[in-house]
């Protein structure tokens, strides 16, 4: 079981997660990419070590059956990385491409 306050895992996703950060540790969705839901952001508290942020995605695994897992600074240094931003593209961005994608405007 994977303890968290904010919830939001998946069941297939629990037992991986807890093999990468084992099971005394509290690990909290944080944010779930709106382009490919298998990448996601994830606040890591161990017991008597200070919290982390990781960026989790579960579209690679390690050989040992884990999900890739980046450390990061801050949520803002993944959002603005070349590698994982995509995944995570600003609330306007994402609304205006939806929103030019209709043809409203064409009536």
């Not at 994982?84 to 609304?95: K, L, N, S, V």
Request: avoid cysteine; charge should be negative.
């Amino acid at each position: 079981m994977v303890w968290t306050h904010t919830g939001g895992w998946r069941p297939e996703e629990e037992e991986p997660i807890q093999l990468a950060f084992g099971d005394d540790v509290m690990i909290d969705l944080l944010e779930r990419s709106p382009v490919d839901p298998r990448v996601l952001i994830a606040w890591i508290e161990w017991y008597r070590l200070p919290p982390s942020i990781y960026l989790v995605s579960f579209q690679t695994f390690t050989p040992t059956g884990t999900p890739y897992r980046r450390e990061y600074m801050h949520v803002e240094d993944i959002k603005a990385s070349e590698e994982w931003g995509r995944y995570f593209p600003a609330q306007g961005e994402a609304a205006g491409e939806a929103a030019a994608a209709t043809p409203e405007d064409e009536a």
